[in-house]
């Protein structure tokens, strides 16, 4: 029941749906409201104003499969790509919302239907955590839904705890926010990991699959909470997590989608190693670069574009070190218009343009990459210690466009940091030298300012001008 991904999506919405939820479209990855924010990171975002009581819909409770981007800004997993079993740069969050209607009893309580009657998870394989001192949470979980004390883990806000796992929810460093109960799944002994809130959680084993908040306070700028007009609720779960258990695999990279994007790279590459890293990274990649660009982000030195564009980079990276010839990422677009079934609509609309645009960035990148690599592998080879010196990671960025993170990506894979202090000092000193010598200085802004970067068009800074390139000129 349920083994595909996109037959778990219309499941989700259609239980919440038939509990009185009103079905909402996913928003623009480009959050439209929002200038606090890189891209949309969870289910609430489009609901912000909602939760804050400035907004007013004729429906008070939601429910959506929100496409996500985590690659910069609070939420930011890039560099766990290709590392962990559960993390992408891009994923769906299925959520359902309450806006002043109901709190924590039917919030938990429509989680736990949903997952152990809809789906049938085996409830002995899932624990709780909950807020350290919401004891309220405690009595729900424990007296009304029947999990165990033992299973329930009370978790803080971590300041200083050996463990990353924080209860206290926050969409950014302002907004709303508030304690939450998180849901686990464990996936056997056999895989290295412990229970949230011990020092073994990173690992793999216990996956969370849920995250129910409940929305109490709008962060200020200065750090106060302020109570919200109702208490709310907000949860999200990541479909490739449930899909996983749903499809009896332990890594997100296995199910469905992920296959399919796997196999079609591995054809495109003549690859034989289905395991390999880069084809997994390849694939998650290709989903966060072709959605973006969907949504209006273009390749570019700076904001949006410049997150686009490096993580368009380290994908090229990726398939040149499993032997590509050719640009190959923009080929993935069909598979992936195909696997992402409802979700791709956007996609189906801008395929050209998606396509055009990823390979103008393959090509213009393939340029430099090879004589980068080369110096940087030369540079590796002839280090003493473990740290790759900043003036050489500033030359791979300036002279053959290696954005410092695809650098320290290379560097990671053979155990090596990158001296990000002593690159951003090689970068203000050529920018001063540039400002001297009166020459226009935008190809040096290497900042993540959000900037609503959407037009067609992107600066080439390879060869030090600002050149622009065309990228719809045929
Ligand atoms: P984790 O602790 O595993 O990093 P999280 O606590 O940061 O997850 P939330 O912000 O609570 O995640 O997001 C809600 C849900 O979205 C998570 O429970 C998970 O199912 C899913 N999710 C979060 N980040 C990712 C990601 N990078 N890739 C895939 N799914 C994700
Ligand atoms: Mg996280
Ligand atoms: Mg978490
Ligand atoms: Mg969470």
């Known amino acids: 029941m349920y083994q595909t ?28 409201n929002d200038p606090t924010l890189l891209f949309t990171n969870a289910g609430m975002n489009q609901f912000k104003d909602v939760f804050l ?32 079993a559960r993390h992408h740069t891009f994923f769906e969050m299925l959520g359902n919302f309450s806006f002043g209607d109901y709190f924590k009893h039917d919030a938990i309580r429509f989680a736990w ?45 971590n300041k200083g705890a050996a463990f990353a796992s924080d209860n206290f929810w926050q969409m950014g460093d302002t907004g709303p926010c508030g304690p939450c109960t998180e849901i686990f799944y464990d996936h056997g002994e ?32 200065d750090g106060t909470m302020e109570p919200l007009p109702k208490p709310s609720v907000d ?50 990649h290709i989903r966060s670069c072709a959605f973006l660009v969907a949504d209006g982000v ?29 640009s190959f990422f923009y080929k993935l677009v069909p598979t992936l218009i195909e696997v992402m079934g409802d979700a791709a609509k956007e996609l189906v609309a801008t395929q050209a343009i998606v396509e055009k645009a990823l390979k103008a960035e393959e090509e213009q990148f393939a340029r430099t990459l090879e004589r980068g690599l080369g110096i940087l592998d030369n540079a590796l080879s ?17 002279t053959y466009g290696f954005p410092v993170d695809l650098t320290a990506d290379v560097c990671r894979e053979r155990d090596i940091t990158v001296d990000e202090a002593g690159f951003e000092a090689a970068m203000a000193e050529q920018r001063s030298r540039a400002q ?11 900042s993540l300012k959000i900037d609503a970067e959407t037009e067609f068009c992107g600066y080439n800074n390879l060869n030090g001008e600002a050149k622009v390139v065309a990228l719809y000129a045929d």
């Open 382 to 398: 002839q280090l003493e210690g473990k740290v790759l010196d900043g003036e050489t990671a500033f030359k791979l960025y300036d």
């Open 113 to 157: 239907t949903f997952l152990t009657e809809e789906l049938k998870l085996p409830k002995e394989r899932l624990c709780v955590t909950i807020y350290e001192t919401d004891d309220e949470a405690f009595e729900i979980w424990n007296k009304e839904i029947g999990v165990a004390a033992e299973n329930i883990i009370r978790i803080g806000d």
């Open 235 to 284: 949860t999200g779960m990541g479909i490739e997590r449930i899909a996983a258990i749903m499809q009896g695999v332990h890594s997100n990279y296995e199910i469905d989608i992920f296959q399919s994007l796997i196999k079609k790279t591995a054809e495109i590459l003549g690859v034989t190693d289905l395991e390999n890293k880069s084809l997994r990274v390849i694939a998650d």
């Open 190 to 221: 056999h895989i290295w990991g412990g229970r949230p809130g011990t020092p073994e959680e990173d690992g793999d084993r216990f996956i969370e699959i849920w995250n129910i908040v409940f929305m109490q306070y709008n962060r200020q700028a």
């Open 298 to 326: 273009m390749p570019s030195n700076e904001g949006r574009g410049y997150v686009l564009r490096r993580i368009i980079r380290r994908a090229v990276r990726h398939g040149n070190k499993l032997g590509a010839t050719e």
């Open 5 to 32: 991904t996109a037959a778990l999506r219309s499941a989700f919405l259609e239980f919440f749906r038939r509990n009185s939820h009103q079905v909402v479209d996913s928003s623009s990855l480009v959050p439209g």
């Open 436 to 446: 001297a010598a009166g020459q226009f200085d935008t190809d040096y802004n290497d």
């Open 53 to 84: 009581g400035e907004d007013k819909r004729d429906y008070s409770r939601a429910t959506t499969a929100q496409r996500c981007v985590r690659a910069g800004g609070k939420h930011n997993d890039l560099d766990n790509v290709g590392y962990t």
